[in-house]
């Protein structure tokens, strides 16, 4: 027996009331004896004895019917097989039907997905009339098709055949969860809730045990019966976050076998574009990570795109990796200073003598130079980073030409001045520091894109460059200390000012005695460039996972939208309008399929085109599963929960859904006592005053 109002149980307690009230009317009798009345005695017990049972039958009967009414009001209902519970009763149903990508695993006996859907089918077809039901769709996120119970289980049906398997990875917390908040708006007998899943491990993690709030029975159903085997391609990481033109650099991949078994062969190819450039076989051990290089080298800036693909298995949604890659280059970078050779050698040091008035032509930084003198009046149209070095003092024409240089989102790369305690700057400085042991760089984020390249310490070692001369700072609150020398100076400092970078080196590049090495050192080459290539480094983030939002910052004069499709949807109905705002940001939400997305701006009749990749998270490659026994733990199942394999037995289900409720019954015993107790206490009155 159990009780849809159990609340209502608490009325129990009012059954004490008829108790509490005939010992409160009880009296003590007081005994005086007459000895005319003492023959009456033994007639008179024998009557008392009567009487009190007749008074204990109406208290019992009094306590019964509050009793029952309290019952009736929990509305009580059977469901023991008892002749009384032989009657069907409603049924809400909830299905949490998987639909992460590990559900398109091809076993021998079909796709995992597919049973999936034949088992919630099973489960509705054994509904009846004045039953109802609901879907929800679970993978990281809960996709209710309906929000409601509907008794259209048609419609239900119809949904889920009509379901297909996402590219997203499972959390089983959120969906469960909703399940439970539509199930506790039901007020039939019997709720149940089905989860249909192949239980992957990931789904199960970094979270707690979700409380069964509706009071419903879970039924938990696997799809998977077999141990599954499963190679994927893990990540895909570039050698170095700042690539320029020219420069070779490494793509390292890393394949897992998500497999007790050991992989006996598979094939790796690299493409660029659509084109093929490379391809490699390996084998593996069970459960075994690879990782793979391959050198590649881009001739042109932009945004390069391309993938790793694997040999085709039983869940290909993982065996594609897809990666968009900004490539530096053409980058013309104005060198100011009294001495810039070196800088404009540093920055290209391929390319041929400059000619007056023309650029040097090289793909990746293309320099020029100018005097302190002639940069007041200098056009910095097209021009994209500003190198100050050594400026001795900037005029009021010369910060013009800056201020409005930092305005257009442009960059300023500067090697130490005292004199330049501007607005912009990213520091304050003081007076001359001068050492008489040099200093070296010592302390500096390794992990940092001007600084990756460089070997661990490598800059502080015996081959790094001495310094001996530099400024006591104080960095702007709003700065960041990228590195500092031994004695915590700070070295290299940045500052964001909109699209901006500002970087300071608290150093002097000057040709002269005791001031510093770096110039003449061969770090200084890849420490220069790799600054231009930073500050010339967008911001925006291009390679995302399924289901995140590619956020990018355009002008605002670029026009009021953009244009975004998935190159491997070329139907003109997948092309998405995507707002620009007024501060220049897009948003784009629906990443739902990897691959490839091209995004067009177009402003003053120039289109400007960049692209971004989407793929699957790699979590959900390991096919591993939990046991019922554990996932029943989890989501704390009641005691009576069925957990089933396999195919549905729906005689079985449907012997659970029987049951009747017997709150009526109870009211009418409850009257039928009420009845008996008001003859009895007439009767017992009538009875008292015949014998008074």
Same mark, same amino acid.
């Given at each position: 027996?159990?009780?849809?109002?159990?609340?209502? #149980?608490?009325? $129990? +307690?009012?059954?004490?009331?008829?108790? !509490? =009230?005939? %010992?409160?009317?009880? /009296?003590?009798?007081? *005994?005086?004896?007459?000895?005319?009345?003492?023959?009456?005695?033994?007639?008179?017990?024998?009557?008392?004895?009567?009487?009190?049972?007749?008074?204990? #039958?109406?208290? $019992? +009967?009094?306590?019964?019917?509050?009793? !029952? =009414?309290? %019952?009736?009001?929990? /509305?009580?209902?059977? *469901?023991?097989?008892?002749?009384?519970?032989?009657?069907?009763?409603?049924?809400?149903?909830?299905?949490?039907?998987?639909?992460?990508?590990?559900?398109?695993?091809?076993?021998?006996?079909?796709?995992?997905?597919?049973?999936?859907?034949? %088992?919630?089918?099973?489960?509705?077809?054994?509904?009846?009339?004045?039953?109802?039901?609901?879907?929800?769709?679970?993978?990281?996120?809960?996709?209710?098709?309906?929000?409601?119970?509907?008794?259209?289980?048609?419609?239900?049906?119809?949904?889920?055949?009509?379901?297909?398997?996402?590219?997203?990875?499972?959390?089983?917390?959120?969906?469960?969860?909703?399940?439970?908040?539509?199930?506790?708006?039901?007020?039939?007998?019997?709720?149940?809730?089905?989860?249909?899943?192949?239980?992957?491990?990931?789904?199960?993690?970094?979270?707690?045990?979700?409380?069964?709030?509706?009071?419903?029975?879970?039924?938990?159903?696997?799809?998977?019966?077999?141990?599954?085997?499963?190679?994927?391609?893990?990540?895909?990481?570039?050698?170095?976050?700042?690539?320029?033109?020219?420069?070779?650099?490494?793509?390292?991949?890393?394949?897992?076998?998500?497999?007790?078994?050991?992989?006996?062969?598979?094939?790796?190819?690299?493409?660029?574009?659509?084109?093929?450039?490379?391809?490699?076989?390996?084998?593996?051990?069970?459960?075994?990570?690879?990782?793979?290089?391959?050198?590649?080298?881009?001739?042109?800036?932009?945004?390069?795109?391309?993938?790793?693909?694997?040999?085709?298995?039983?869940?290909?949604?993982?065996?594609?990796?897809?990666?968009?890659?900004?490539?530096?280059?053409?980058?013309?970078?104005?060198?100011?200073?009294?001495?810039?050779?070196?800088?404009?050698?540093?920055?290209?040091?391929?390319?041929?003598?400059?000619?007056?008035?023309?650029?040097?032509?090289?793909?990746?930084?293309?320099?020029?130079?100018?005097?302190?003198?002639?940069?007041?009046?200098?056009?910095?149209?097209?021009?994209?980073?500003?190198?100050?070095?050594?400026?001795?003092?900037?005029?009021?024409?010369?910060?013009?030409?800056?201020?409005?240089?930092?305005?257009?989102?442009?960059?300023?790369?500067?090697?130490?001045?005292?004199?330049?305690?501007?607005?912009?700057?990213?520091?304050?400085?003081?007076?001359?520091?001068?050492?008489?042991?040099?200093?070296?760089?010592?302390?500096?984020?390794?992990?940092?894109?001007?600084?990756?390249?460089?070997?661990?310490?490598?800059?502080?070692?015996?081959?790094?460059?001495?310094?001996?001369?530099?400024?006591?700072?104080?960095?702007?609150?709003?700065?960041?200390?990228?590195?500092?020398?031994?004695?915590?100076?700070?070295?290299?400092?940045?500052?964001?000012?909109?699209?901006?970078?500002?970087?300071?080196?608290?150093?002097?590049?000057?040709?002269?005695?005791?001031?510093?090495?770096?110039?003449?050192?061969?770090?200084?080459?890849?420490?220069?460039?790799?600054?231009?290539?930073?500050?010339?480094?967008?911001?925006?983030?291009?390679?995302?996972?399924?289901?995140?939002?590619?956020?990018?910052?355009?002008?605002?004069?670029?026009?009021?939208?953009?244009?975004?499709?998935?190159?491997?949807?070329?139907?003109?109905?997948?092309?998405?309008?995507?707002?620009?705002?007024?501060?220049?940001?897009?948003?784009?939400?629906?990443?739902?399929?990897?691959?490839?997305?091209?995004?067009?701006?177009?402003?003053?009749?120039?289109?400007?085109?960049?692209?971004?990749?989407?793929?699957?998270?790699?979590?959900?490659?390991?096919?591993?599963?939990?046991?019922?026994?554990?996932?029943?733990?989890?989501?704390?199942?009641?005691?009576?929960?069925?957990?089933?394999?396999?195919?549905?037995?729906?005689?079985?289900?449907?012997?659970?859904?029987?049951?009747?409720?017997?709150?009526?019954?109870?009211?009418?015993?409850?009257?039928?006592?009420?009845?008996?107790?008001?003859?009895?206490?007439?009767?017992?009155?009538?009875?008292?005053?015949?014998?008074?």
């Amino acid at each position: 027996m159990a009780f849809l109002n159990p609340l209502f #149980l608490f009325g $129990l +307690l009012a059954a004490a009331v008829p108790l !509490l =009230i005939h %010992l409160w009317s009880r /009296r003590q009798a007081v *005994t005086v004896d007459f000895s005319s009345l003492m023959f009456l005695v033994a007639a008179h017990r024998q009557n008392a004895r009567r009487l009190q049972l007749k008074q204990l #039958l109406i208290l $019992l +009967l009094r306590m019964l019917i509050v009793a !029952l =009414i309290a %019952l009736a009001l929990a /509305r009580p209902f059977l *469901t023991l097989g008892l002749p009384l519970a032989a009657v069907r009763a409603k049924t809400d149903v909830v299905i949490v039907l998987d639909n992460s990508y590990s559900m398109g695993y091809q076993d021998v006996d079909g796709v995992g997905f597919e049973k999936a859907k034949t %088992l919630a089918t099973d489960v509705l077809r054994s509904l009846r009339h004045g039953d109802s039901a609901s879907l929800i769709l679970m993978s990281d996120i809960p996709q209710p098709l309906f929000r409601q119970l509907t008794p259209d289980v048609e419609s239900v049906i119809t949904a889920i055949q009509n379901a297909e398997v996402s590219y997203r990875t499972t959390n089983v917390q959120p969906s469960v969860e909703l399940a439970h908040e539509i199930l506790s708006e039901s007020t039939q007998q019997n709720k149940e809730l089905y989860l249909i899943s192949d239980f992957a491990r990931n789904g199960w993690d970094n979270w707690e045990i979700i409380p069964n709030r509706s009071g419903s029975r879970i039924v938990l159903l696997s799809v998977s019966e077999s141990v599954p085997h499963n190679t994927n391609i893990e990540e895909i990481l570039p050698s170095h976050q700042l690539i320029g033109v020219d420069l070779p650099f490494h793509l390292n991949t890393t394949i897992k076998n998500n497999s007790n078994a050991p992989l006996a062969q598979t094939t790796l190819t690299f493409y660029v574009g659509d084109k093929k450039k490379k391809m490699q076989t390996f084998s593996a051990t069970a459960d075994e990570s690879i990782m793979t290089t391959l050198t590649h080298t881009f001739s042109a800036p932009g945004t390069h795109t391309g993938y790793f693909a694997l040999t085709d298995d039983r869940l290909n949604a993982d065996n594609r990796r897809y990666f968009a890659l900004e490539v530096l280059g053409e980058i013309r970078v104005l060198c100011v200073g009294e001495q810039t050779e070196y800088l404009k050698l540093a920055l290209n040091p391929l390319g041929s003598k400059q000619t007056v008035g023309a650029p040097v032509k090289l793909s990746m930084v293309q320099p020029i130079a100018c005097t302190p003198a002639e940069f007041e009046t200098f056009p910095l149209e097209g021009y994209d980073v500003i190198l100050l070095t050594d400026v001795p003092q900037i005029s009021t024409r010369g910060e013009a030409q800056l201020r409005e240089f930092i305005r257009q989102g442009k960059s300023i790369i500067v090697f130490g001045s005292a004199s330049h305690n501007l607005s912009w700057a990213s520091a304050q400085f003081g007076q001359s520091i001068i050492w008489q042991v040099p200093q070296q760089v010592s302390k500096y984020e390794e992990t940092h894109p001007i600084f990756e390249i460089f070997p661990e310490n490598v800059l502080s070692g015996q081959y790094g460059p001495q310094f001996y001369q530099s400024m006591t700072v104080t960095p702007a609150p709003d700065a960041t200390v990228i590195a500092r020398f031994g004695d915590e100076t700070p070295f290299l400092i940045e500052r964001r000012e909109g699209k901006s970078h500002i970087l300071f080196f608290n150093c002097s590049l000057q040709q002269q005695p005791n001031s510093s090495e770096l110039l003449v050192n061969p770090y200084f080459l890849p420490l220069l460039q790799h600054s231009v290539l930073y500050v010339m480094r967008s911001d925006i983030e291009k390679n995302l996972n399924v289901g995140e939002t590619y956020t990018a910052n355009y002008h605002q004069d670029y026009g009021g939208q953009a244009w975004i499709k998935r190159l491997e949807s070329p139907d003109e109905d997948t092309i998405t309008a995507v707002p620009i705002g007024e501060d220049g940001e897009i948003r784009f939400e629906p990443t739902e399929f990897p691959g490839i997305y091209q995004v067009d701006v177009k402003a003053q009749d120039r289109l400007f085109r960049d692209f971004f990749a989407v793929n699957v998270s790699s979590a959900e490659a390991d096919l591993t599963s939990i046991s019922l026994q554990q996932a029943s733990e989890r989501i704390n199942a009641q005691a009576g929960s069925t957990h089933e394999t396999g195919e549905l037995d729906t005689e079985a289900l449907d012997i659970k859904r029987h049951g009747r409720e017997i709150w009526g019954e109870l009211l009418i015993l409850a009257v039928c006592l009420l009845l008996l107790e008001g003859f009895l206490s007439n009767r017992q009155s009538t009875l008292n005053v015949s014998e008074a």
